[in-house]
């Protein structure tokens, strides 16, 4: 499985952009990459998914470029509300059926 | 709300204690599995079924028995737990087991074992 690669945590104030990048250097052509966000005591919730260019939905915008060893998860004017775990996965591109592999993730605070 | 609903929401249970988990999903999805999420760490994948086929297995030990009657139902039955296997319980589906594919997770069951 291409391992993947974000930052433990991040602070953001409320009303700022906030960018999280993860890095998958050893992605395959098959992969996707997949965004997920979870809250505390929760399931994780699917936010996005690419595979290269941009991708925007009403949550947010994930950016990929041409060599795709690397993603930024967009999420514009955080709130309060935003402050969860963020995790990026990439599947396994040659199996097709292998589950993705949820790593630590990115803590997101948002500050007021 | 996901689709995907799990009860009880918190379980408290002896070592010796018999439970079980219960998962329910009317997406129409093919795929359902059992995660765990021990406190600050990363989730771990426990079971796999496909078409109510137990696909994976991750190396869980005996005392966690999970089953799938139906394709929208999905079951752990516990029996003989650890204390370290306190953790929060998800449940997550997905229409296929394409690797790609959108998982739905419940909220998860928050087990103590005592």
């Known amino acids: 499985l291409a391992k993947t690669t974000q930052p433990i945590s991040m602070d953001s104030y409320e009303g700022q952009e906030v960018n999280i990048t993860c890095s998958h250097n050893n992605i395959a052509t098959n992969d996707y990459i997949t965004w997920y966000q979870q809250f505390p005591s929760q399931g994780p919730r699917f936010i996005i998914q690419?595979?290269?260019t941009k991708v925007t939905n009403e949550v947010a915008s994930l950016f990929i470029p041409a060599d795709r060893k690397s993603s930024t998860l967009s999420l514009p004017r955080v709130s309060l509300s935003d402050t969860a775990v963020y995790y990026c996965?990439?599947?396994?591109?040659?199996?097709?059926?292998?589950?993705?592999?949820f790593g630590k993730g990115t803590r997101l605070s948002v500050i007021a | 709300e996901t689709g995907v609903t799990q009860t009880p929401r918190h379980l408290v249970m002896g070592m010796t204690n018999k439970k079980s988990l219960k998962c329910e999903q009317h997406l129409g999805h093919n795929a359902m599995y059992w995660y765990k999420q021990s406190a600050k760490k990363p989730l771990e994948l426990m079971f796999v079924?496909?078409?109510?086929?137990?696909?994976e297995n991750n190396s869980v030990p005996s005392r966690f028995s999970p089953e799938c009657p139906n394709s929208s139902h999905l079951f752990l039955h516990l029996h003989t737990l650890q204390p370290e296997d306190s953790a929060l319980y998800l449940c997550a589906s997905s229409q296929t087991r394409w690797t790609n594919e959108k998982l739905f997770f419940g909220s998860g069951t928050q087990l103590s074992v005592l």
């Open positions: 690419g595979y290269k």
């Open positions: 996965l990439v599947g396994d591109g040659d199996s097709g059926n292998t589950p993705l592999v």
């Open positions: 079924y496909s078409l109510e086929e137990r696909v």
